[in-house]
């Protein structure tokens, strides 16, 4: 972990010990065995574990570009643990600048809750204070995060929702979003420093959220008209895929021992639902397989 002061030059080390987790060897040796078993299969991720695997080519320029110019800054923390929280939340949406901000002194749970995130709890950057931060990154764009919007007569304090606040930002600027403190958030010169504040809708009974799954909306609201899922296997079904499976539930129907009227009403309900479905060509191939065993099985049971 960096801590940057004023006069620090050198990189001081706040934990020493973290608990004990699956190193990167035996990552990269399972990787290995990956690529013996089948020689032409290569994937880019930093581990075998669930849900870790990271491909590049699922990421449009603009969330690449946000990637890097991104800083999630969290303003004087109280809990060391909420630290690991938010770098797991982070490696979700494929973050990783940590800023922390006069932060508590920082325990084995920040590692341990951030699972496979470790690495961002390793490379965050301390500042004693958030002016200096913002001065040393050259940050151009400032959006303050809170539970305790305001209105008219607190004009700093009025917000935009998550949903809004992707279409304001330049993924080529550097971007800073601040949470604040478990207890109290940000304060009222800390919103004043900010471009943009954002709050979530929650029900005023209980406005205030987790630091961790405000950041989780944000983030999501952020990226997901940036990211994408992979595509193979999900190209909707052509109209000659839908014609042909339309035809196998017709003959179907037909073949049922059903009035007229019956069959009719069948084939149109079935047809809208399909219309409706906006189904893959690969769900269209194997729905007709299925129809095709139905039929043969009446068939041979008459």
């Known amino acids: ?62 969330a690449k570009e946000l990637r890097e110019n991104l800083y999630v800054v ?26 922390l901000i006069n932060p508590c002194k920082l325990k084995e749970d920040a590692y341990y809750q951030s699972m496979h995130a470790k690495e961002i709890v390793e ?50 600027n550097k971007i800073a979003i601040l949470f604040g403190r478990e207890g109290d958030g940000l304060n009222n010169d800390e919103i004043d420093k900010c471009d943009i504040i954002v709050s979530i809708p929650t029900d005023p009974s209980y406005p205030v959220m987790n630091i961790t799954h405000a950041a989780a909306i944000i ?23 839908k014609e042909y499976l339309l035809k196998s539930m017709n003959e179907l129907i037909d073949s049922l021992d059903i009035p007229e009227h019956k069959k009719r009403n069948g084939n149109k309900t079935f047809k809208n639902i399909i219309n409706r479905a906006f189904i893959t060509g690969r769900e269209a191939h194997t ?16």
């Open 1 to 62: 972990m960096v801590n940057m002061t004023e006069t620090a030059t050198e990189e001081e080390v706040i934990i020493e010990t973290t608990p004990v987790v699956e190193s990167d060897e035996a990552n990269k040796d399972k990787e290995n065995e990956t690529d013996k078993t089948n020689p032409k299969t290569k994937v880019k991720s930093i581990s075998t574990k669930r849900g870790i695997v990271k491909n590049e080519n699922n990421y449009s320029e603009a």
């Open 74 to 99: 969290f303003v004087e923390c109280e809990t060391s643990g909420n630290v690991g929280f938010l770098a797991r939340t982070m490696a979700n949406f494929g973050l990783k600048n940590l800023i």
């Open 123 to 172: 490379t965050a950057e301390i500042y004693d204070t958030l002016e200096h931060f913002l001065e040393s990154k050259g940050i151009d764009f400032i959006i303050g995060s809170t539970g305790t919007p305001g209105g008219s007569y607190n004009l700093s304090r009025i917000p935009i929702k998550p949903e809004e606040l992707s279409v304001k930002m330049n993924p080529n």
């Open 219 to 241: 983030f999501y609201e952020i990226f997901k008209n940036r990211n994408s899922f992979p595509k193979e296997g999900l190209d909707e079904s052509t109209h000659i895929e």
């Open 287 to 302: 729905f007709m397989g299925i129809l095709r065993h139905i039929k043969e099985d009446l068939i041979n049971k008459k």
